[in-house]
């Protein structure tokens, strides 16, 4: 009777698929403490985030060895059946509240460590913009400017092209429009 795991009476199904995820959840044990590992680098945390997601798939699936002990539960006897169902949802209950306190404290870590990392000192001086070239007609205009005041004229600086026309009978904006107010 003790051959395979289909062979194992209900409960002692529940109690092996239960020892088999304290077997491997051991290594995930100090996440659950109050205080969680200090010494782990971000890329340590990060696996070992995914190699938890992997053992809860592996524990809590559909094809894990729990799922597999719930579908056992229409076939214990009547009187059984209230208990052994509840010693099912107990031990899962327990295994995803471990897997969720693990989880937390994995998620934390890395939140830290990320936020310590792109943290932004405020106090620093600020990287100052590079600046491009000048336009090409604008050079050209600035030296026919120093041309002129070389020879004695005077450079003044006024309205280019803020004429009546432009600014309204180009744009369709009838003769009585308030804009045109003077």
């Given at each position: 009777m003790?051959?395979?795991?289909t ?7 529940v ?7 304290e077997?491997?959840?051991e290594?995930?044990v100090?996440?659950?403490?109050e205080t969680?590992?200090t ?5 340590e945390a ?7 997601a992997?053992l ?36 899962e ?11 937390a404290?994995l998620k ?21 913009p ?7 007609i604008?050079?050209m ?26 600014n ?15």
């Amino acid at each position: 009777m003790a051959g395979t795991e289909t062979d194992l009476n209900p409960q002692d199904q529940v109690a092996a698929a239960n020892k088999a995820f304290e077997q491997e959840f051991e290594r995930f044990v100090r996440f659950t403490a109050e205080t969680a590992p200090t010494g782990l680098s971000l890329a340590e945390a990060t696996a070992d985030e995914r190699a938890l997601a992997e053992l809860r798939t592996r524990h809590t699936g559909k094809k894990s060895a729990l799922a597999a002990t719930k579908k056992l539960i229409g076939r214990v006897e009547a009187d059984q059946r209230a208990a052994f169902g509840q010693l099912v949802q107990s031990t899962e209950a327990g295994i995803v509240a471990k897997l969720d306190a693990a989880e937390a404290s994995l998620k934390a870590l890395i939140e830290a460590h990320r936020t310590a990392r792109e943290s932004i000192d405020v106090t620093l001086p600020g990287r100052r913009p590079r600046y491009g070239h000048r336009h090409p007609i604008t050079l050209m205009r600035e030296r026919i400017e120093d041309i002129f005041v070389s020879l004695g004229y005077v450079i003044e600086d006024g309205r280019e092209i803020e004429t009546d026309f432009y600014n309204f009978a180009a744009l369709n904006i009838p003769d009585n429009h308030p804009a045109r107010g003077t």
